[in-house]
């Protein structure tokens, strides 16, 4: 099937094309820099098609299916006017890249770091994340995931109601912008993935059913009509959403994709539409010699996710470990378990970081049936695990981040706890230094009706958690202000040692074999009956040992020294004076011997290493 869009030739023409199989006839019409109309041919697979000589970078056009209204292009690679303007050529070979001899980064050597492009700034805009890069870069940080750019209406949003797949949000500054974002992360050593949404499209600027039947009455979900998978007429479905992987691969050159709610995705057909997407993923491999990484967010529990399709799998790199999150958020958070009910004891987290999947078939309340498989053996760079995330923090009614719900000693343990696990670990933007300042979700429709329905639907969603105050209002841009970070407070007071904590950890991370082995067979956790936990991990040849001693209660508790070595030295403790806890640390020692017992404060980790090389 031809590719949809509009996409210039070396020699100078541009192919448009549409795919509208119940359309009798399309016109292409060009705005600008003149008004011209074309008329369109059909082929056998219900593409309109047309080349037209001698167009630029920067031509605007619309398609008029049936002779009707003029409507932009659902391929469309930029929309400077908006997402109901018209569309714009992007001829992507203009851009020069600096990034010849990028080499890409393990999966499991990944420290990421989400970002929202709109609040990440001041300015708001893909260049403005440039200057920042190297401070990031200094702590360890060398993966950035934005979250969505594909053009959403106004200039306010979390990106997960854009309507054009293909284009990027022309208030962050365009195919342009990224591209520059991109090469600036590649240049500097970091990685650079994209979340991508392929589970619905948002309401307004969403003009897919005025071409083809993109939806589906089959199957329901939260955020409006089913993408049709494998209905009558799903194979141009399935064909533009399978190839936009490859478009931020090829044009944009993007590292990998983070899919968000695989789980509201339906796929009946024989071959599934994820193996699609592997076989054109491996091809475009091949051709540019680069691994495109891919990250599924999914709500299955199911270990088939980042199985092979050859094994019956969705063949994902890897897959957001959600029970990490609650377990580990209710121990440092108790009065959160009204969010997470199903969670709260320290065994859970325990399986957590030996296994993955908390509810691995058990029964759970929150559902009221039994969830989940195990997913005990499967390595650990399969999974991404985070303390907060946009969703965390931002369906939250306050929008607080953890750093407004709980004390320093505690943020300091959950970093910890996320940085010592053999999993891939995530930062919400700010996280690093304790930003306090909340974030929000928050839009910029021009529609009334749906601003007031969204507005509605917020508020209902608040009902089940018994808030005692009013969500602020997601159109106001007051709303979107107040989720900006402020980055200055970072090498300020308290801001500054948490970021040194986190620092530290990383580097931890980084420079310790045991740490880098994500084999949970070098992992032994064993649970404290006081409420703390003992993480032993190793490194593949055993010669090397962590220790790790987290205390989650409120008083100080006793851990026995692992035998596995004769003598150990402390690497970090975060109830040490230098890092806030108002404790000297001399209580707990520098070096300690096999089955001797370790003091521990309330809130409180210590690392201990078996030799020199950690």
């Not at 119940?22 to 003149?34: A, F, N, Q, R, T």
Request: aromatic share 14%; with cysteine; hydrophobic share 35%.
């Amino acid at each position: 099937m031809k590719k949809q869009g509009a996409h210039i030739s070396k020699e100078g023409a541009c192919t448009f094309s549409v795919w509208a199989p119940e359309k009798d006839g399309m016109l292409l019409h060009i705005v600008h820099p003149s008004d011209k109309e074309y008329n369109m041919i059909k082929d056998d697979e219900g593409i309109f098609s047309v080349t037209v000589q001698n167009v630029r970078n920067g031509c605007r056009y619309f398609f008029r299916p049936d002779g009707e209204n003029d409507l932009p292009d659902p391929a469309s690679h930029y929309q400077p006017e908006g997402v109901h303007g018209p569309s714009q050529v992007v001829d992507h070979s203009e851009y020069i890249w600096n990034d010849d001899n990028r080499k890409g980064i393990p999966f499991k050597d990944l420290i990421i770091y989400e970002i929202h492009t709109g609040t990440f700034t001041p300015d708001g805009t893909f260049e403005a994340i440039i200057p920042r890069l190297d401070d990031l870069k200094s702590i360890g940080i060398n993966a950035i995931e934005l979250m969505p750019v594909s053009q959403f209406p106004g200039s306010r949003n979390w990106g997960y109601d854009g309507v054009f797949p293909y284009a990027v949000q022309n208030s962050y500054g365009g195919p342009p912008g990224l591209k520059k974002l991109v090469d600036a992360c590649h240049c500097r050593g970091m990685v650079i993935f994209l979340d991508v949404v392929y589970n619905h499209l948002g309401p307004e600027g969403n003009y897919f059913g005025a071409y083809a039947p993109y939806f589906t009455g089959k199957y329901r979900v939260p955020w409006g009509d089913a993408v049709n998978f494998d209905e009558a007429w799903s194979e141009g479905v399935r064909e533009y959403f399978s190839e936009n992987p490859v478009h931020w691969a090829e044009n944009y050159h993007m590292d990998g994709i983070r899919i968000d709610a695989i789980h509201m995705m339906f796929d009946d057909s024989a071959i599934h539409f994820w193996e699609l997407v592997n076989q054109k993923v491996e091809i475009t491999e091949q051709v540019h010699g680069h691994k495109f990484y891919r990250i599924a967010e999914c709500d299955y529990n199911s270990p088939k996710i980042t199985k092979t399709p050859e094994t019956g799998g969705y063949g994902f790199d890897a897959q957001w470990l959600d029970d990490f999150h609650h377990a580990l958020y209710v121990l440092i958070h108790p009065e959160g378990q009204d969010r997470y009910e199903d969670f709260g004891r320290v065994e859970q987290l325990a399986k957590a970081y030996k296994d993955g999947f908390v509810h691995s078939g058990e029964f759970v309340r929150f559902r009221k049936r039994r969830h989940g498989a195990s997913s005990a053996g499967i390595p650990g760079e399969r999974f991404v695990v985070f303390n907060q995330n946009h969703d965390q923090i931002g369906n939250r009614v306050r929008g607080e981040r953890l750093s407004a719900l709980v004390g320093d000693d505690r943020q300091k343990l959950a970093t910890a706890a996320l940085l010592l696990s053999p999993y891939i670990p995530m930062l919400f933007m700010g996280e690093e230094y304790g930003e306090d300042n909340p974030f929000y979700y928050f839009i910029s429709h021009t529609d009334k009706d749906l601003v007031m329905s969204v507005r509605e639907g917020r508020k209902k969603e608040f009902e089940n958690y018994k808030w005692d105050t009013e969500p602020p209002d997601v159109q106001d841009v007051s709303t979107y202000n107040d989720s900006k970070p402020d980055w200055s407070k970072r090498n300020k007071g308290k801001y500054a040692l948490m970021l040194e904590w986190t620092s530290e950890l990383i580097k931890l991370r980084k420079n310790s074999t045991a740490l880098g082995n994500t084999d949970k067979n070098g992992l032994f956790v064993y649970v404290e009956k006081t409420g703390g936990l003992t993480l032993l991990r190793w490194s593949r040849d055993e010669k090397v040992y962590l220790a790790c001693f987290l205390n989650f209660s409120e008083k100080n508790m006793f851990f026995n020294i692992p035998s596995h070595s004769s003598s150990w030295k402390r690497l970090l403790y975060s109830g040490e004076g230098r890092w806030g806890s108002g404790n000297d640390g001399n209580h707990i020692p520098e070096r300690i011997n096999a089955n001797d017992k370790v003091e521990v404060m309330p809130w409180s980790v210590a690392v201990y290493g078996n030799n020199e090389k950690n």
